[in-house]
């Protein structure tokens, strides 16, 4: 299962003894087209993200902030960063074999 970005935002900050600080800053539309914007702050660096729901915009927001980060040298894993960052290897895992193909259906026949 892969980590939230919020998960390796949180992951990462640990790693320089901070946290990073989310904030709702703004709702607008009617309640059931609502969107909302939420800011991130995390090692001097600040972006906003602006999603359909509070959790989508703050995993976005997180998402910015990975890239931010990643392009400001901190070791970042993918997807999230350049890549350089060694990540947790993934297992590795043989696709279950495919089942032969079905056999064409029978051609129709007129019945009279």
């Given at each position: 299962?892969?980590?939230?970005?919020?998960?390796?935002?949180?992951?990462?900050?640990?790693?320089?003894?901070?946290?990073?600080?989310?904030?709702?800053?703004?709702?607008?539309?009617?309640?059931?087209?609502?969107?909302?914007?939420?800011?991130?702050?995390?090692r001097?660096?600040?972006?906003?993200?602006?999603?359909?729901?509070k959790k989508?915009?703050?995993?976005?927001?997180a998402?910015l902030?990975l890239?931010?980060?990643?392009?400001?040298?901190?070791?970042?894993?993918?997807?999230?960063?350049?890549?350089?960052?060694?990540?947790?290897?993934a297992?590795t895992e043989?696709?279950?074999?495919?089942?032969?193909?079905?056999?064409?259906?029978?051609k129709?026949?007129?019945?009279?």
């Amino acid at each position: 299962m892969m980590k939230t970005a919020i998960t390796v935002l949180q992951e990462l900050m640990v790693k320089y003894t901070e946290n990073p600080s989310y904030e709702c800053i703004a709702q607008s539309g009617p309640q059931h087209l609502a969107t909302f914007e939420y800011r991130c702050s995390a090692r001097g660096h600040v972006v906003t993200a602006t999603a359909r729901s509070k959790k989508e915009a703050k995993q976005e927001a997180a998402r910015l902030m990975l890239q931010k980060l990643a392009g400001a040298g901190l070791p970042v894993p993918p997807p999230y960063g350049s890549g350089d960052a060694p990540a947790a290897a993934a297992p590795t895992e043989t696709p279950p074999p495919q089942p032969p193909p079905l056999p064409p259906p029978p051609k129709a026949t007129k019945l009279y």
